[in-house]
């Protein structure tokens, strides 16, 4: 692997750090959590409702 994954990893979990601040969620809490689940993460937070 030439490290473009964990770019891309890396990218997604900023994605779901602001879509989580967006939602009145704690964006630094979703930013570790995506860097664990990745777009399960990302699913979880689509589906929730905005707080």
């Known amino acids: 692997m030439d490290g473009s994954y964990f770019v891309g990893w890396g990218t997604l979990s900023l994605i779901n750090a602001g879509i989580a601040q967006g939602k009145n969620r ?16 990302t699913f979880f937070l689509v589906i929730s409702e905005k707080r």
């Open 26 to 41: 704690s964006g630094l809490n979703w930013f570790l959590l995506s860097l664990v689940l990745g777009p399960i993460a």
